[in-house]
């Protein structure tokens, strides 16, 4: 498939040494780990330009996923905020309504090459493992996803969803019981089952998963950038994502990256405030260190630790990000802005009523930035990348409305 083509290229210059962006990235992990981990990068290396494999998968993202995904305009939006046309890449319309299954397919397909028998994934909110869950009965596999005892009790849905799907779900019981601890038992259930593949559901983690997760995910812009030049004749003059371990903005990133005059923006999770605990935007508030096997921008507390991280968006309050994103901040290609709680629950309203699209809280962070800048870029235009749909969100939306703590504008 050509979509994964001309990426590579573009990873080379920015990459100095295997697995790194500049400084961030990496493979800091026990000798243990790393014997599994090369393992799984030398499958990648092998088949991510073999033709058979993309032939198979490319055959998936159509059938099974439903891509090609459109590019539509928003007339109603545009007109009401008198400024830059928006433009959205519906990632929603996927299978499952998110952009997930496009790397949970990808990553399927090389476990399938290896001749692995066991997929293990985490989840967060549980639209990852959701997807791992998904994949793994499409192709008969034995599926374990590590879940916070806490998520679990919050994403009742999701966590039906995937045992309907024929996957074990466990709960992690360390610490605040959420995303990070479910990634620290995921690993350890990897390094201690010989026969088992880590499916890894966002551009993080150690050498070479974001490499993997860029690669399967940059069919977005690979589709988008086309869309969008058959569209209006032209490039957009600025692509917003939002940001939580950054998949979905590396792939919509990814082809537009040797495209100078189009402006990268990435929306973190801005939560209620800048304090500590109070948000999860590790980009624009965090500092660098290592987690999780990788070099990169981490909410740290006073202390230097792993910082408790808060978002009104279960899918983006991930400590870390994607060393890959950390890079592009670094050398100034990409601009990364925090969206609070209030502006996404604003944007998911607008988009609703002015569009008949029920946004993913956690895209509603990137239609926000879009929404705050087009009065004042009047001519232009802003592609979004809509990474999931609402569906998911409308129970925690009534609830707050039900409290009053938000009000339907
Ligand atoms: C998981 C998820 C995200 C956040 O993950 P990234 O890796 O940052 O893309 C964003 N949007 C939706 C709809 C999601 O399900």
Redesign the pocket.
Known sequence: MSTQSNNSNIQNSQENSLGFYGSHGGQFVPDEMKARLNEVADCFNKYKNDKNFLAELDDLYKHFCGRPTPIFYCENLSKQLGGADIYLKREDLNHLG???LNNALGQLLLAKRMGKTHIIAETGAG??GVATAAVSALYGLKCTIYMGEEDIRRQELNVLRMRMMGAEVIAATSGQKTLKEAVDEALDAFVNDPESFYLLG??VGPYPYPEIVHHFQSVISFEAREQFQTMTNSLPDMVVA????????IGMFSHFIKDKDVALVGAEPGGIGNEIGEHAASLVHGKESILHGFKSYVCLDEKGEVAPVYSISA??DYPSVSPEHAHLKDIGRASYVAVTDEEAIKAFFILSKSQGIIP?L??AHALAHAIKVAPNMKGKKILVCL??RGDKDVDQISAMLKENKIQMS
């Open positions: 998110a952009h997930k639209q990852h966002s551009a939002c940001v939580g371990g950054g998949s979905n903005a899918g983006l993913a956690e895209s990474s999931g």
